[in-house]
C-alpha cells in the first residue's frame, strides 16, 4: 500500500499562490505517474495536473495550464503543485493521487479518476473573490 497526505491548502484572496504538497510512503516507487484533482461541492472530481513516471511529461487541462506547475522529488517521494493567480472558481479539496502501474501515457488516460490507484485524503482550497 502506498499512503499520501496532502497539505498547504488554505484560504487565500483571488491573485494569490498557494504551493501543495503530496508526501508518498509505504510501498512507494519512484515509477509511477502522479497526479493532483479537486472536488468543488456538488461536482465531480476533475483532473488538475499529472507528471509521469520519469518526471519530464507534465499535464493540465485548459482551465489551470499556465497558472500551475506540477513538479516532484524523487529524493523525498513527494509531489508538489504550485497554483498561480487563484480564482474563486478554483475553491475545492485538492487531492493527491498515484497510479499502480505504467497505466497512462496520453492525457485522455490521465484524466480519468478510475486509472489512478491511490489517493490522499484532500487539502481544502478557498479563494475568496
Known amino acids: 500500500q502506498v499512503q499520501l497526505v496532502e497539505s498547504g491548502g488554505g484560504l487565500v484572496q483571488a491573485g494569490s499562490s498557494l504551493r501543495l504538497s503530496c508526501a508518498a510512503s509505504?510501498?512507494?516507487?519512484?515509477?509511477?505517474?502522479m497526479g493532483w484533482f479537486r472536488q468543488a461541492p456538488g461536482k465531480e472530481r476533475e483532473f488538475v495536473a499529472a507528471?509521469?513516471?520519469?518526471?519530464?511529461?507534465?499535464y493540465y487541462p485548459d482551465s489551470v495550464k499556465g497558472r500551475f506547475a506540477i513538479s516532484r522529488d524523487y529524493a523525498k517521494n513527494a509531489v508538489y503543485l504550485q497554483m498561480n493567480s487563484l480564482q474563486p472558481e478554483d475553491t475545492a479539496v485538492y487531492y493527491c493521487?498515484?497510479?499502480?502501474?505504467?497505466?497512462?501515457?496520453?492525457?485522455?488516460?490521465?484524466?480519468?479518476?478510475?486509472?489512478?490507484?491511490?489517493w490522499g485524503q484532500g487539502t481544502q482550497v478557498t479563494v475568496s473573490s
Open positions: 509505504g510501498r512507494t516507487r519512484s515509477s509511477y505517474a
Open positions: 507528471i509521469d513516471w520519469s518526471g519530464t511529461r507534465t
Open positions: 493521487a498515484a497510479q499502480i502501474s505504467h497505466s497512462c501515457s496520453t492525457y485522455t488516460c490521465y484524466v480519468r479518476t478510475i486509472e489512478w490507484g491511490y
